[in-house]
């Protein structure tokens, strides 16, 4: 969402003129687009932007603008902390960027709350290639209680169908050839149609041929979503569906509300109507209060599950979230060790997952960066798995999608060769 979000800071730039440079030396505007998500983005931010204090001073007429969740959280005070700084937006005030940067404004602070944010049309200036995001919805609603997102990025509000089909259109008219849908819960889009409405509409865009979308709840995954999944033709097989913790008692704590059972229900489902589905998964390990016990739950949960990827994260207090009030903070030395267990639980299994589709063929549609000379091809599968082609004739092909097939499976990757006739 962040990087989307960048390429529509860098659309808006365009129009005023501006073009990205990869010198930060040379440049007249450097823009920091920032994460809150973690105590550790934030802390990398702030060392970043500590060094650019000199750069100031030699060069004045450099201005410096700060964007995203932590600009939203810090508002004026990063000013205080930050002098050098000229403009701080927040997430919901992307457009400001343009007035701002026209006006060389300085000491500007573009932070409130803009629930019209899904009806302004932002031009995205995206990288080459056949993938593009597309934002359907903004914000969240749900106050997880370890999660700082509804506090920075806002209320939910879903943008309307027919823009969203009209920049898909055009992203196809252009040779986009997949789009991955955005939002922070993506399955409880509704505005004059809903989410599975939405996909069949995209569904029918000629020249798409993948379409994703990030990320699910699991409260809001229905049966008609399942089967919406597993008829599609274009819809990949491959839903991200954030579990976070095995034990119901810390799914209680943290607000998520559903039950461990409620959450295999919707794996039944999907795997009703698409029995390969590719199912990926978010875990929080040691939130506050996590015993020993509840830890082994979300283990044996992990591994009933046998998911085709995790994102793992040690518990980050937040403050300002109801978690980081709560009691029982755990050490990050058993975090950590918590989190390894995770990891290394997921990586067995994905590992079996991958060998056991050695010698079989997969689509993938080729991802090597435009300009990449080293000859290496890689893709994805429908199923969101990255395949590395071992002889180099894939980098050579014109087509975009090609069949491999699979020699090895590796712990995160799949290793292919070209077929030849
Ligand atoms: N809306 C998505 C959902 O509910 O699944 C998640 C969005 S959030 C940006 C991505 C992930 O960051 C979450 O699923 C959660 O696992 C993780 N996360 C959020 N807050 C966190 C925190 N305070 N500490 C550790 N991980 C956190
Ligand atoms: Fe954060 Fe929960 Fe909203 Fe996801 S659903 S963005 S984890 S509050």
Redesign the pocket.
């Known amino acids: 969402?962040n990087v989307h979000d960048s390429e529509k800071m860098a659309g808006i730039l365009e129009k005023e003129g501006y073009e990205i440079t990869e010198d930060r030396g040379s440049a007249d505007l450097i823009v920091y687009n920032t994460c809150s998500?973690?105590e550790k983005a934030e802390q990398k931010f702030m060392s970043d932007l500590g060094r650019l204090k000199s750069a100031k001073s030699l060069r004045p007429g450099l201005r410096i603008a700060v964007a995203g969740c932590i600009a939203q959280q810090m508002g004026g005070q990063l000013l205080k902390r930050a002098p050098f700084v000229d403009y701080v937006l927040g997430p919901q005030n992307i457009h400001s960027l343009s007035t701002m940067a026209r006006e060389a404004k300085t000491g500007e602070v573009a932070t409130m709350d803009n629930p019209d944010a899904t009806l302004l049309e932002l031009p995205a200036s995206r990288k080459e290639g056949n993938r593009a995001w597309v934002s359907i919805m903004y914000g969240?609603n749900?106050f997880?209680t370890?999660?700082?997102?509804p506090y920075t990025r806002g209320r939910e509000t879903s943008r309307p169908g027919e823009n969203i089909i009209k920049e898909i259109s055009g992203l196809a008219a252009q040779g986009f050839k997949e789009v991955t849908l955005l939002g922070?819960?993506v399955n409880s889009y509704e505005s004059d149609i809903g989410f599975v409405e939405l996909l069949r509409k995209i569904n029918e865009i000629d020249g798409l041929r993948r379409i994703r979308f990030v990320?699910?709840?699991p409260r809001n995954l229905s049966g008609e979503l399942a089967e919406a999944i597993g008829t599609l033709d274009k819809v990949c097989e491959h839903i991200?569906?954030?579990l976070?913790s095995g034990s119901d008692s810390i799914l209680k704590a943290m607000n998520?509300k559903y039950s461990f059972k409620e959450y295999m229900k919707c794996i039944e489902l999907l795997r009703k109507y698409t029995p390969d589905i590719a199912i990926t998964s978010?875990?929080?390990a040691g939130f506050p209060g996590e015993s020993a016990e509840d830890h082994k739950s979300t283990i044996n949960a992990i591994k009933s599950i046998q998911y085709d990827g995790l994102?793992?994260?040690?518990?980050?207090?937040?403050p300002g979230?109801k978690?980081c009030e709560m009691d029982g903070h755990l050490e990050d030395e058993l975090k950590q060790e918590r989190l390894m267990e995770i990891l290394d639980t997921q990586d067995a299994i994905t590992l079996r997952k991958n060998q056991a589709l050695e010698g079989s063929m997969v689509e993938i549609m080729l991802e090597t960066e435009p300009g990449d000379e080293s000859g290496k091809a890689a893709g994805r599968t429908r199923s969101n798995k990255l395949v590395n082609i071992s002889d180099n004739s894939g980098s050579s092909s014109k087509d975009e999608f090609i069949t491999v097939r699979v020699t090895r499976g590796n712990k995160h990757s799949l290793l292919a060769e070209t077929v030849r006739d």
């Open positions: 969402m998500i973690r969240c749900n997880c370890y999660c700082i997102v922070q819960n990320t699910n709840h991200h569906l954030p976070q998520r978010d875990i929080i994102f793992a994260f040690r518990y980050s207090q937040r979230t978690a």
